[in-house]
């Protein structure tokens, strides 16, 4: 069965330092893998997804986050953090072969400290 | 690009009554929907899979006389929450899957916030 972890469930940073949030993944067979950013009383935003082409993905304001098979990890990062990145951030990995439904990492909230 | 609403955004009922939530795809068609739940300050849980035409696919543990699904046309699904209890009270949300292209990406409503007193 395929899932993922999300190994942090609060990451803080200072605004302007780097953000990583790290998600491991299990699946028998190559998945796609997504982020997704939930800002408080707004609805799921896609940031990137990775489906098998190149293995670092680029996604929306400036986050990025590289597939890497031999450590089944898909962490997302960034290279300076912004206020209006403080969120609940959650890696999801999809299904295949079932209408590529998606389950949901527990996910991580990220604090951005001025 | 892709739209999906939720409606309504909130509601209150009293334990006992049944509450409809409404998941529409603006300007795509959707044969695929899924219901997902979500308590305060945890991820998103898979309800089930709403498939136009036919009977929704529930996940294990997901009561489906208590969770109606259904998914009479491309752009619209609904949940009705039948003899809601406190219990049920939590954010729904809906997505819809776009085929078009091949790119089955799925999109995201707003979310549905129950409170059930």
């Known amino acids: 069965a395929q899932s993922v972890t999300q190994l942090d469930s609060h990451v803080s940073v200072s605004e302007g330092t780097p953000v990583l949030l790290r998600c491991n993944y299990s699946s028998s067979y190559s998945p796609s893998l997504f982020w997704y950013v939930q800002h408080p009383n707004k609805g799921l935003q896609l940031l990137l997804k990775y489906t098998s082409a190149a293995t670092l993905v680029k996604g929306i304001n400036g986050f990025e986050a590289e597939f890497k098979k031999s450590e089944t990890s898909f962490h997302l990062t960034k290279p300076s953090a912004h206020m209006s990145d403080a969120a609940e951030y959650f890696c999801?990995?999809?299904?295949?072969?079932?209408?590529?439904?998606?389950?949901f990492g527990s996910g991580t909230r990220l604090l951005v400290r001025p | 690009g892709a739209v999906v609403s939720q409606h309504p955004s909130w509601v209150i009922c009293k334990s006992g009554t049944s509450v409809k939530i409404e998941c529409r795809s603006l300007?795509?068609?959707?044969?695929?929907m899924f219901w997902y739940r979500q308590f305060p300050k945890q991820s998103l849980m898979l309800m089930a899979t709403s498939n136009e035409g036919s009977k929704a696919t529930y996940e294990q543990g997901v009561e489906k006389d208590k969770f109606l699904i259904n998914h009479a046309s491309l752009t619209l699904s609904t949940l009705t929450v039948t003899s809601a209890h406190p219990e049920d009270s939590s954010f729904y949300i809906c997505s819809a899957r776009d085929q078009s292209g091949g790119s089955y990406e799925q999109y995201f409503g707003p979310g549905t916030r129950l409170t059930v007193t």
């Open positions: 999801v990995v999809s299904v295949e072969y079932s209408s590529y439904k998606l389950i």
């Open positions: 300007d795509f068609q959707a044969t695929t």
